[in-house]
């Protein structure tokens, strides 16, 4: 599911290797590098939207400012129990 919109102000615009239109690309963030991330969000000709679960504007930013594209936190993995029978 995506987390953002992201829509150009041209009619179509590429920039971290997506095209973006008008219209809107959906953007899972955790499907972009670091690089990726950084590239969209310093571009003035992108608008980003953060969406709901079901794709529908979530509304604006925090503070009021722009909406950045982030990563959502991925938890740590789990370590198994040490078995303390197993030497």
């Keep these: 599911m995506p987390k ?11 920039r971290a290797g997506i095209t973006f239109t008008r219209e809107g690309v959906p953007v899972d963030t955790d499907d972009l590098t ?14 980003v939207y953060r969406v709901d679960e079901d794709g529908n504007p979530a509304g604006a930013a925090e503070g ?3 909406p950045q594209l982030t990563k959502t936190a991925k938890k740590p993995p789990v370590k198994p129990a040490k078995d303390p029978a197993a030497k």
């Design 64 to 66: 009021g400012g722009k």
């Design 34 to 47: 670091d690089g990726q991330l950084q590239a969209i969000n310093d571009e003035p000709l992108l608008v």
């Design 4 to 14: 953002f919109i992201v829509k150009s102000m041209r009619e179509s615009f590429r």
